[in-house]
């Protein structure tokens, strides 16, 4: 049974940080992209970050670019998004996402994380 659990998430203060982490089970982690993707409340999702199965080829939205930074442990199958100078336009539910293919390609996912609350507040 593939299971993506994320944890990490909490309320932090505009200019913090947060480090979200996703462990997964139930496949071959090291064979497959896998992305971040958020919710804001009252709106729809929204694609964040992306990383190859090698974790040599990342991709982010504009809006986070020079913030998060994505990474990947094959041995410790988790995944990572830390997150600097975070602002309250980043507020949302993060989910990790597996991508059915080993590179960033089309953004579509087989199978998702439950979520975890990221609140930017003061």
């Known amino acids: 049974e593939v299971q993506l659990v994320e944890s990490g998430g909490g309320l932090v203060q505009p200019g913090g940080s947060l480090r979200l982490s996703c462990v997964a089970s139930?496949?071959?982690?090291?064979?497959?992209?896998m992305s971040w993707v958020r919710q804001a409340p009252g709106k729809g999702l929204e694609w964040v970050s992306a990383i190859n199965a090698g974790g040599g080829s990342t991709d982010y939205v504009d809006s986070v670019k020079g913030r998060f930074t994505i990474s990947r442990d094959n041995v410790k199958n988790t995944l990572y998004l830390q997150m600097n100078n975070l602002k309250a336009e980043d507020t949302a539910v993060y989910y990790c996402a597996k991508d059915p293919d080993n590179e960033i390609g089309v953004l579509e996912y087989d199978f998702w994380g439950q979520g975890t609350q990221v609140t930017v507040s003061s």
């Open positions: 139930g496949f071959t982690f090291s064979s497959h992209a």
